[in-house]
């Protein structure tokens, strides 16, 4: 069982930046490919960026290309998302997920943390 919880939400002028940490507990997350989902209002929770278990490979969305890093740490079990150039639409509930197997990145995590709010202000 692997436990997740991120960090570092909070509110920003368009233009800024923020830094969202994921904790995992658990012996075996240096092994699981890790990545960010967000939600926002009235939509479905939709794919950002995840990384290797390695740290060597990462993919992103098309709409936080260039903006967005994502990274990890596997000796303090911790991924990160580096988020520059805040847009308004990035407003939105932040998720880290864990995935064990399979090859699409896009979809069925086995776990979640509980989420951290970004807001973006215009």
């Known amino acids: 069982q692997v436990q997740l919880v991120e960090s570092g939400g909070g509110l920003v002028q368009a233009g800024g930046s923020l830094r969202l940490s994921c904790a995992a507990s658990?012996?075996?997350?240096?092994?699981?490919?890790m990545g960010w989902f967000r939600q926002a209002p009235g939509k479905e929770r939709e794919f950002v960026t995840a990384i290797s278990w390695s740290g060597g490979t990462s993919i992103y969305a098309d709409s936080v290309k260039g903006r967005f890093t994502i990274s990890r740490d596997n000796a303090k079990n911790t991924v990160y998302l580096q988020m520059n150039s805040l847009k308004p639409e990035d407003t939105a509930v932040y998720y880290c997920?864990?995935?064990?197997?399979?090859?699409?990145?896009?979809?069925?995590?086995?776990?979640w943390g509980q989420g951290t709010q970004v807001t973006v202000s215009s």
């Open positions: 997920g864990g995935k064990r197997t399979g090859s699409n990145w896009l979809r069925d995590y086995d776990y």
């Open positions: 658990g012996r075996t997350f240096s092994s699981y490919v």
